[in-house]
């Protein structure tokens, strides 16, 4: 008697993927759309200081790139679905006289169930020198953002920004860093708290100051704090690189969650810092430091593609040489041009 296995369990996962996608999208927009509220209780403002105003072109502008993202990622991650369905029907199907018509309801379960989509996608995308060449920045880019996210996060006291960064993980790097450019520009830094130290108390119907003394905290100091954002920040992209190197080894999804999992450290870092650390403090590492990590990604990638036999351009045709890579690598062009872009005017 044959057995029937069920295919609703790998349904429901990517259902519950495309889902969770969805909502987080949803969360990350609610959480830019309440910085009204924020700035217009007066808790998200330094002492003195009016509500910053973003100018709204700049505002459109990081909108139209995440809107660009998420359009140009998805549009190759589909490819990617539709090329997955049929690589599993010619090996499962074709030789039994079965139908490649994606769209066919039954084999659907049958193909999910049988494929690791993340494993593939990411195995495919780390397959070749030039290949890599395009998966590896992405990793580079979250490493930077990961830290910047964390910082501003705190020093601005947005909430929940652990959403962007699993919208990151499940969408793209590119979408979810443009939403939180929207936020950081939206919200505004929040006062210090030694701005509170002192505050007016009446004795005996008498003005009188009295002094708050922060309660001792045996968290991180700032210096230390601001040492270890940026050596989490070198630790993932010295991680990222060795990647490629266990391709087709045990070791190899291991390495490749890493950065994965790193990418939440900065923020589980914010959970221990001392509550009274100065939000003037609170900056990203020098530009110098962060192209220096990421020149040298981009040197270490580049050197194994000469070392490969390949050149830019088979490096630039790769980039359409499976949908896979297509997603990442124009995550990574989507990143370059928006990052630039906050470079020059969110920065700023």
């Known amino acids: 008697m044959a057995t029937t296995v069920s295919n609703i369990r790998p349904l429901a996962i990517f259902t519950g993927y495309m889902v969770t996608a969805a909502a987080l999208t949803s969360k990350c927009i609610s959480i830019i759309l309440s910085s009204r509220t924020a700035s217009s209780s007066g808790q998200s403002q330094t002492k003195n200081t009016p509500p910053r105003r973003p100018r709204p072109v700049v505002t459109l502008l990081f909108a139209l790139l995440a ?12 490819r990617y679905f539709r090329w997955s369905y049929l690589d599993w029907a010619e090996d499962h199907l074709l030789p039994f006289g079965g139908d ?29 020198p ?33 959403a962007f960064m699993l ?13 939180f450019f929207l936020a950081v520009l939206l919200y505004d830094v929040a006062a210090d708290d030694d701005d509170d130290d002192e505050e007016e108390d009446d004795i005996g119907g008498k003005g009188g100051k009295v002094t708050k003394t922060p309660s001792p905290s045996p968290s991180l100091s700032p210096s230390t704090a601001l ?34 999992v790193f990418a939440f450290a900065p923020l589980l870092l ?16 020098s530009w110098y430091v962060r192209a220096g990590f990421m020149t ?5 990638a580049t050197s194994r593609v000469v070392s490969a036999g390949g050149d830019w351009a088979l490096v630039k045709s790769t980039l359409y040489e499976h949908p896979a890579v297509s997603s990442v690598g124009w995550d990574v062009i989507c990143c370059w041009v928006s990052y630039a872009a906050w470079a020059v005017l969110g920065e700023a």
């Not at 309801?105 to 049988?114: E, F, Q, T």
């Not at 030039?130 to 910082?151: E, N, T, Y």
């Open 130 to 162: 030039p290949r890599a060449w395009w998966s590896l920045q992405i990793f580079g880019f979250c490493a930077h953002w990961s830290v910047m996210l964390a910082l501003q996060a705190r020093k601005r006291r947005i909430p929940h920004a652990w």
């Open 167 to 179: 919208l990151g993980q499940v969408v793209a790097i590119s979408f979810a860093s443009n939403l």
């Open 296 to 300: 040298a990604l981009v040197a270490v």
């Open 227 to 260: 040492f270890w954002y940026p050596t989490i920040f070198g630790f993932t992209i010295g991680w990222a690189l060795e990647i490629p190197n266990q391709f087709g080894r045990p070791r190899f999804m291991p390495m490749l969650l890493g950065p994965h």
């Open 67 to 78: 809107a660009v993202s998420l359009a140009t990622t998805w549009y190759h991650m589909f």
């Open 100 to 128: 490649l018509d994606p769209s066919a309801g039954p084999y659907l379960g049958a193909w999910l169930r049988d494929t690791s989509l993340f494993r593939q996608a990411w195995a495919s995308t780390l397959e070749t």
């Open 270 to 285: 914010n959970a221990v810092l001392r509550a009274d650390l100065p939000a003037r403090l609170l900056n990203p590492p």
